[in-house]
């Protein structure tokens, strides 16, 4: 209880100078907070990513809209070739997992390499901690709290990467059990790291395994904003099967821009055991809101969410049909992802060297082989395009320098070029156009199959093997293959059959130890054969007796 002052005029007196002081310490403070919210968005502004108006700036101070892709690195830290794959694939950001204890910790060197292996593919990294997944509801999540505890145990990593990095404080970090726990244990972690000088741009996930369904995030949103001094944290939901409507997703997302609050769709899917995500409309509102989206995940999931897979066993040559879809799509990684401004993507204008040696090595009744000899370029070579016709057909990393297509039509004419891509976003000039006929349907006549690949090449020749099959159901009693080359090939040497060659035209004939071949059995031959200009594949014939 107050005490209370009974005379008039004493009391006067008092009101008058209270307000006096009152109006004067309200001016004072509203300076000073002026001057350390400036200085804070300052010091944000030359240290790396900050949040202007709820857009999400870079250090540079440009519009950054991530466009990104999930890595498990936390269970697949060998995988350290995805980073350049998923940079090849038209990601600008990759969101990476990792433990603090849950599962293997990744320490601060490991850290410090994943940021590495980010800025090398010129990749924005939002590092989160996976370790609170479901906290409350799921056994063994760990606490927001102890989340920063990890946190700052890697600090040494991550102060003065504040330009390339972002921090995801918690993945999903309460379950559906109490979820407006999550208010006071978020605020509580976002000051603990602003204490310890941590003035990275925060994501703060949402509760509810991250799909805040009882908006508890949405509705708390101001006041977890206004928590951080900094002013620099950026709200992340997770669409799954709670946002099957367009409705869902375009009311969700607006509820955040209409206040000038950040905001961006940390986690999607096409398909959930939870519902059907409408990943459409996430994809199209996000793009027209201009906020980010980040897909789940490269590859390695399991436990039933095999489906969430974009390539299959870490193979950027195997896309699933989600990984395609993201990938692809009109409001996809390669039509709507642009490369943050920090990379200096204008810097860089010397195109890769056009790939070299492209040759067809392999043909079925379904598909061509192709291989090449790599690019160079005076930063480094990023990955490769593979175009049938006019037709883009694969978009692959560095390190391949081979591909198949298939699902082609049988006994049909294709020709193919390949591009060289660097980080910067240069293509090179084509390489060589080469051209290659898929097999006859079944495989020849007779019950006979042949095909043929390369097994090496050189400058002024090359060698091969052919392979014959019998598709028949009794068994031969002799074979002979026939081809015509579509150069000057001249065959130097052969083993395993004989040979007679009249210009371009080559028959090759099994011998006395090789012609009986039972169904579904086969044989093959080799040969070294002399040529210059081009080296195409031919189109066989087989014959069986």
Same mark, same amino acid.
């Given at each position: 209880?107050?005490?209370?002052?009974?005379?008039?005029?004493?009391?006067?007196?008092?009101? /008058?100078?209270?307000?006096?002081?009152?109006?004067?310490?309200?001016?004072?403070?509203?300076?000073?907070?002026?001057?350390?919210?400036?200085?804070?968005?300052?010091?944000?502004?030359?240290?790396?990513?900050?949040?202007?108006?709820?857009?999400?700036?870079?250090?540079?101070?440009?519009?950054?809209?991530?466009?990104?892709?999930?890595?498990?690195?936390?269970?697949?830290?060998?995988?350290?070739?995805?980073?350049?794959?998923?940079?090849?694939?038209?990601?600008?950001?990759?969101?990476?997992? &990792?433990?603090?204890?849950?599962?293997?910790?990744?320490?601060?060197?490991?850290?410090?390499?994943?940021?590495?292996?980010?800025?090398?593919?010129?990749?924005?990294?939002?590092?989160?901690?996976?370790?609170?997944?479901?906290?409350?509801?799921?056994?063994?999540?760990?606490?927001?709290?102890?989340?920063?505890?990890?946190?700052?145990?890697?600090?040494?990593?991550?102060?003065?990467?504040?330009?390339?990095?972002?921090?995801?404080?918690?993945?999903?970090?309460?379950?559906?059990?109490?979820?407006?726990?999550?208010?006071?244990?978020?605020?509580?972690?976002?000051?603990?790291?602003?204490?310890?000088?941590?003035?990275?741009?925060?994501?703060?996930?949402? %509760?509810?395994?991250?799909?805040?369904?009882?908006?508890?995030?949405?509705?708390?949103?101001?006041?977890?904003?206004?928590?951080?001094?900094?002013?620099?944290?950026?709200?992340?939901?997770?669409?799954?099967?709670?946002?099957?409507?367009?409705?869902?997703?375009?009311?969700?997302?607006?509820?955040?821009?209409?206040?000038?609050?950040?905001?961006?769709?940390?986690?999607?899917?096409?398909?959930?055991?939870?519902?059907?995500?409408?990943?459409?409309?996430?994809?199209?509102?996000?793009?027209?809101?201009?906020?980010?989206?980040?897909?789940?995940?490269?590859?390695?999931?399991?436990?039933?969410?095999?489906?969430?897979?974009?390539?299959?066993?870490?193979?950027?040559?195997?896309?699933?049909? /989600?990984?395609?879809?993201?990938?692809?799509?009109?409001?996809?990684?390669?039509?709507?992802?642009?490369?943050?401004?920090?990379?200096?993507?204008?810097?860089?204008?010397?195109?890769?060297?056009?790939?070299?040696?492209? +040759?067809?090595?392999?043909?079925?009744?379904?598909?061509?082989?192709?291989?090449?000899?790599?690019?160079?370029?005076?930063?480094?070579?990023?990955?490769?395009?593979?175009?049938?016709?006019?037709?883009?057909?694969?978009?692959?990393?560095?390190?391949?320098?081979?591909?198949?297509?298939?699902? &082609?039509?049988?006994?049909?004419?294709?020709?193919?070029?390949?591009?060289?891509?660097?980080?910067?976003?240069?293509?090179?000039?084509?390489?060589?156009?080469?051209?290659?006929?898929?097999? %006859?349907?079944?495989?020849?006549?007779?019950?006979?199959?042949?095909?043929?690949?390369?097994?090496?090449?050189?400058?002024?020749?090359?060698? +091969?093997?052919?392979?014959?099959?019998?598709?028949?159901?009794?068994?031969?009693?002799?074979?002979?293959?026939?081809?015509?080359?579509?150069?000057?090939?001249?065959?130097?040497?052969? /083993?395993?059959?004989?040979?007679?060659?009249?210009?371009?035209?080559?028959?090759?004939?099994?011998?006395?130890?090789?012609?009986?071949?039972?169904?579904?059995?086969?044989?093959?031959?080799?040969?070294?054969?002399?040529?210059?200009?081009?080296?195409?594949?031919?189109?066989?014939?087989?014959?069986?007796?």
């Amino acid at each position: 209880m107050s005490r209370q002052i009974h005379h008039a005029d004493t009391r006067s007196a008092w009101f /008058w100078w209270r307000r006096l002081l009152t109006t004067a310490t309200t001016a004072v403070l509203t300076a000073v907070l002026s001057v350390l919210a400036s200085t804070s968005a300052a010091h944000a502004a030359d240290s790396g990513f900050h949040i202007v108006n709820g857009r999400l700036l870079d250090a540079n101070g440009n519009d950054f809209i991530i466009r990104g892709i999930s890595h498990p690195h936390a269970w697949y830290s060998q995988r350290t070739s995805s980073f350049a794959d998923i940079k090849v694939v038209g990601a600008n950001s990759v969101r990476v997992v &990792l433990s603090g204890g849950r599962w293997p910790v990744n320490t601060a060197s490991d850290v410090a390499n994943v940021i590495s292996l980010c800025k090398q593919n010129r990749l924005i990294c939002m590092l989160e901690n996976h370790d609170t997944t479901g906290y409350g509801e799921a056994s063994g999540a760990y606490s927001l709290s102890q989340a920063v505890d990890y946190w700052l145990s890697i600090r040494s990593a991550l102060v003065g990467q504040e330009a390339y990095i972002l921090i995801n404080i918690g993945n999903e970090p309460y379950g559906n059990t109490n979820p407006t726990g999550w208010i006071a244990a978020t605020i509580d972690a976002i000051q603990r790291l602003r204490s310890a000088g941590l003035t990275h741009t925060l994501v703060i996930d949402a %509760p509810n395994w991250g799909q805040d369904w009882s908006n508890t995030m949405r509705d708390n949103a101001q006041t977890i904003w206004e928590a951080d001094p900094l002013r620099n944290s950026i709200f992340s939901v997770h669409m799954y099967g709670v946002y099957n409507t367009p409705e869902k997703v375009k009311a969700y997302l607006d509820s955040f821009t209409s206040r000038g609050l950040p905001i961006l769709v940390g986690e999607f899917g096409w398909y959930h055991s939870d519902g059907d995500p409408d990943e459409v409309t996430i994809t199209e509102h996000t793009t027209s809101l201009g906020l980010g989206y980040i897909g789940w995940s490269w590859s390695g999931n399991g436990g039933g969410v095999e489906y969430l897979d974009m390539v299959s066993n870490f193979n950027p040559a195997s896309r699933t049909d /989600w990984g395609n879809w993201l990938i692809t799509s009109a409001n996809g990684l390669e039509a709507t992802s642009v490369e943050a401004s920090v990379f200096g993507g204008g810097g860089d204008t010397q195109r890769p060297t056009a790939p070299g040696n492209l +040759a067809a090595t392999g043909t079925t009744s379904s598909s061509v082989s192709l291989a090449w000899s790599g690019s160079t370029d005076n930063v480094a070579v990023t990955g490769y395009d593979v175009y049938r016709g006019s037709s883009r057909v694969a978009t692959l990393p560095s390190s391949m320098l081979s591909y198949t297509d298939t699902g &082609l039509s049988a006994n049909t004419a294709y020709s193919y070029k390949v591009y060289a891509r660097d980080a910067a976003g240069n293509v090179s000039e084509a390489s060589n156009t080469v051209s290659a006929t898929t097999q %006859p349907s079944g495989g020849g006549t007779d019950g006979c199959k042949a095909t043929y690949q390369f097994d090496s090449q050189w400058g002024t020749g090359f060698g +091969a093997t052919v392979t014959v099959t019998n598709t028949g159901t009794t068994a031969t009693k002799g074979w002979t293959v026939s081809w015509t080359f579509g150069g000057n090939q001249q065959i130097t040497n052969m /083993w395993n059959a004989t040979q007679t060659q009249s210009g371009a035209s080559v028959t090759a004939r099994n011998m006395n130890y090789n012609g009986v071949i039972q169904p579904g059995g086969s044989t093959s031959f080799g040969f070294q054969a002399a040529y210059s200009g081009s080296n195409t594949l031919p189109t066989l014939t087989c014959t069986a007796n």
